[in-house]
């Protein structure tokens, strides 16, 4: 029970990926808890984007966002470049695959 249930100040509870009502959500729900690392298998490769720019990009991810910003955090520090999270997927600028391989598997991924 809520604090606010059964008053004027009641809200509906929304999803933060669709929108859509709580009841009505049919996105698959995020693990409940960390993966480790050893356990999840990610790929790499680099993607030419606008312009001509290249970006690593990481998918494979089966965890909390918090954790997959650490790792973002991680890569950027050891890559020495800015990225970003996009959907379980991490992108760091540049063309930093060996790099990237390299940490990944330091911290227990399999690549």
């Known amino acids: 029970m809520g604090l606010f249930d059964g008053t004027p100040l009641e809200r509906p ?3 933060d990926r669709c929108g859509l009502d709580e009841k ?3 996105c698959a729900p995020l693990p409940a808890a960390d993966v480790l690392p050893s356990s999840q298998r990610l790929q790499i490769r680099v993607e030419k984007r606008k312009r001509g720019k290249l970006m690593t990009v990481v998918e494979g991810f089966e965890c909390q966002p918090q ?7 991680t890569l950027k520090n050891h890559c020495g470049a800015g990225g970003t999270t ?9 063309q930093h695959l060996e790099r ?8 227990g991924y399999r690549v």
């Open 13 to 15: 509870i929304h999803c």
């Open 24 to 26: 009505d959500c049919r």
């Open 67 to 73: 954790q997959l910003q650490k790792v973002l955090t």
């Open 86 to 94: 996009e959907s379980m997927s991490v992108e760091i600028q540049g």
């Open 100 to 107: 990237a391989q390299a940490k990944l598997r330091e911290l």
